[in-house]
């Protein structure tokens, strides 16, 4: 699934756009989400995440990768 915060599982929204004559066509909201690489019982792994869960610390992200490690 494209735009799914695996944290919180936020996922897109849908409704309407409505124009000033109150025409109403059907449209979706997808939440901001990121892909880093964040520790996961011990482990660093690349993950979906909204910015939501990024600014609030509901994870913490991954040291860089270093040269060793490529």
């Known amino acids: 699934m494209g735009k799914y915060c695996e944290i919180c599982e936020k996922g897109t929204l849908n409704g ?6 109150n025409r109403k ?5 997808a ?3 990121q892909s880093v ?3 996961v019982n011990g482990a660093a792994k690349r993950m ?3 910015t939501r ?3 609030s610390g509901n994870v913490q992200r991954a040291l860089p ?3 060793e490690e490529a």
Request: net charge positive.
């Open 31 to 33: 939440p901001n989400v």
């Open 16 to 21: 309407h756009a409505v124009s000033h004559s």
């Open 65 to 67: 990768k270093t040269q």
């Open 25 to 29: 066509t059907n449209r979706t909201w």
């Open 53 to 55: 869960c990024l600014r």
């Open 48 to 50: 979906n995440v909204c």
């Open 37 to 39: 690489r964040v520790m």
